[in-house]
């Protein structure tokens, strides 16, 4: 049973915008403060983002205020819109819960930020 899926990334010019999306098993999504990661290989995954429950955001320091990340609790899916993306924003982005599980760990979705 896959109980978090996320998709969305792709190949984006520098400056651009993606959105992505990760739908989350209903157990997990209405008990969790869920966040996005992302790895780049050769390298440990990175949080980026955590949306509690009740909506409040916090965000690291490497997205300098580009990314925001957002639930809709209507359909179990936490979003992250990443704007003005960067050459090394290229990773494999991944949803998990904060702090994350790691039976939980999903494919991920790849970004590439390259012109």
């Known amino acids: 049973q896959v109980q978090l899926a996320e998709s969305g990334g792709g190949l984006v010019q520098p400056g651009g915008s993606l959105k992505l999306s990760c739908a989350v098993s209903?157990?997990?999504?209405?008990?969790?403060?869920m966040g996005w990661y992302r790895q780049t290989p050769g390298s440990q995954r990175e949080w980026i983002a955590t949306?509690?429950?009740?909506?409040?955001?916090n965000y690291g320091n490497s997205i300098e205020g580009r990314f925001t990340i957002s639930r809709d609790n209507a359909k179990n899916t936490v979003y992250l819109e990443m704007s003005s993306l960067k050459p090394e924003d290229t990773a494999l982005y991944y949803c998990?819960?904060?702090?994350?599980?790691?039976?939980?760990w999903g494919q991920g979705t790849q970004v590439t930020v390259s012109s």
């Open positions: 209903s157990g997990i999504f209405n008990n969790w403060g």
């Open positions: 949306i509690t429950t009740g909506g409040r955001t």
């Open positions: 998990n819960t904060v702090p994350y599980q790691g039976n939980l």
